[in-house]
Nanobody
Framework: QVQLQESGPGLVKPSQTLSLTCTVSGGSITTDYYYWTWIRRPPGKGLEWMGAIDSSGSGYYNPSLKSRISISKDTSENHFTLQLRSVTPEDTAVYYC??????????????????WGQGTQVTVSS
């Protein structure tokens, strides 16, 4: 059974770059057909799909974030990484990594994506 674990700083200053890593165990990020995904939940709001990367390395991004986001992967370390540039306090959220069976339109993220990390709180504040 695949397991995902987010890691990274819990506090980021405004205008800086948020960088999180998702380490995958029990499965390979080179496996075809899966989309390695980042999702977040701002305080008091619903889940927001941020983007994903597939086994070939192609990225798929939420249009609202496209100018600031990039997702990459390291197959030797079996992890993938989120970078979000020029953050503001509105980027404060719990960030989740996940494995999706398809991309990129979902009716209900919580049920449409079955494999999730536990989530990590990131606060943007000076």
């Amino acid at each position: 059974q695949v397991q995902l674990q987010e890691s990274g700083p819990g506090l980021v200053k405004p205008s800086q770059t948020l960088s999180l890593t998702c380490t995958v165990s029990g499965g390979s990020i080179t496996t075809d057909y899966y989309y390695w995904t980042w999702i977040r939940r701002p305080p008091g709001k619903g889940l927001e799909w941020m983007g994903a990367i597939d086994s070939s390395g192609s990225g798929y991004y939420n249009p609202s974030l496209k100018s600031r986001i990039s997702i990459s992967k390291d197959t030797s370390e079996n992890h993938f990484t989120l970078q979000l540039r020029s953050v503001t306090p509105e980027d404060t959220a719990v960030y989740y990594c996940a494995r999706a069976d398809y991309c990129c339109s979902y009716g209900d993220l919580a049920t449409d994506i079955r494999s999730w990390g536990q989530g990590t709180q990131v606060t943007v504040s000076s």
